[in-house]
């Protein structure tokens, strides 16, 4: 269905159909200081703190980590993880998108062969004689855009008492004239007694058909009514053809370029900096939970040993098999044996 791109008279202003999008989010998340944090309730510490055990884990390369918790946290779940990511992913790609697309407009020109296209011209007042230079410009706006330009000039008496207001004449005409919604129609009202009147007070509507989309957003729909409004102010009733003409010439030239509103990229930029902080902040969350579950739990006094066979270190009594090269190890003094059957 069309929808008004905006419209004006003579008695000055012009509205604009743009209704401001606003979007906000808040960010709160816990951080963990360096050395203390909580895993599954658990207080986690890399030194000692009043009734902790001592832990140890082995880094992917064999080094030692001791760890401090007052008891061993459960096994965290990728599973959530993943769906706290995923439903991260979802919410935060769906505002990044729709802030790009409005921070940044490339508008395409739509394929003017795909759609019945042409110029229209319906001066049922008779006001616009015959104006080669204002079907110069419409035909300039259709190659250039492949939207089709309608200009509609009517009586205020045609809609006037049949239609709460020209808006809602403009969108009837529109549907009975087109079957696409590929058109711009321009619907300009006259009052019945134009010819005599020394102040005309005319009104206009603009009419877009959603799939002109491409190449018009609404900052081109907002820049559109405010050419048009502008050039026919300049006129009176015997120059509005040239009003228009002047009106779609100086949109057209700049009507296809790029749009850049820096600050949705901003903002843009803001949510994809919360989002990378949250993603890393549920993954290091993860790992940090994996890691104490796979602790293994010592005496307070457990020693660093040499293995035997590659040289590294290793606590006596967390592991079986060295961590770095997996030889196994024995059980060589009484302590450590009562520490296996402990674990
Ligand atoms: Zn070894």
């Known amino acids: 269905m069309p929808h008004s791109s905006g419209g004006g008279s003579h008695g000055g202003g012009s509205h604009s ?48 980590h001791y760890l401090y918790a007052d008891r061993k946290p459960t096994e965290p779940e990728l599973s959530v993880t993943i769906i706290i990511l995923l439903i991260l992913s979802f919410f935060a ?74 808006e809602t004449f403009a969108y009837s005409e529109y549907l009975r004239l087109f079957d696409d919604e590929k058109h711009w129609l321009v619907t300009i009202s006259l009052p019945s007694d134009y010819n005599h009147a020394e102040f005309v007070d005319w009104q206009w509507e ?4 959603d799939d002109c989309y491409p190449a018009f957003n609404h900052v081109s729909e907002d820049l559109f ?3 048009i409004q502008r050039y026919l102010l300049r006129t009176d009733v015997n120059t509005m053809g040239d009003g228009l003409r002047q009106a779609y010439d100086s949109f057209q030239k700049v009507c296809m370029e790029r749009q850049v509103e820096v600050l949705y990229l901003i903002l843009a930029a803001g949510i994809a900096s919360v989002y990378v902080l949250l993603c890393w902040y549920f993954i290091n969350d993860y790992i940090k939970a994996k890691r104490c579950h796979s602790a293994v739990r010592i005496g307070k006094n457990a020693k660093e040993k040499n293995c035997e066979y590659c040289g590294n270190l290793y606590v006596v009594g ?26």
């Open 206 to 209: 603009g009419m877009i058909g």
């Open 17 to 64: 159909s743009y209704s401001s999008h606003s979007s906000r989010s808040s960010y709160s998340g816990s951080s963990s200081s360096g050395s203390s944090y909580s895993v599954d309730n658990t207080r986690v510490s890399r030194s000692y703190f009043e009734g902790a055990n001592k832990y140890v884990y082995y880094g992917p390369r064999g080094g030692i």
């Open 93 to 166: 790609w769906g505002i990044l998108w729709f802030l790009l697309e409005l921070g940044l407009y490339i508008p395409r020109k739509l394929d003017a062969t795909t759609y019945p296209s042409g110029i229209t011209i319906l001066d049922e007042v008779g006001v616009l004689s015959s104006n080669q230079e204002l079907e110069n410009a419409l035909q300039q706006f259709l190659d250039k855009t492949g939207v089709s330009p309608a200009v509609q000039i009517v009586e205020e008496s045609t809609w006037k008492g049949y239609y709460t207001d020209l």
């Open 318 to 343: 967390s592991v079986k098999q060295c961590p770095s090269c997996g030889a196994p190890i024995k059980a060589s003094t009484e302590e450590s044996k009562k520490k296996f059957t402990m674990e």
């Open 225 to 227: 009514t405010e050419t």
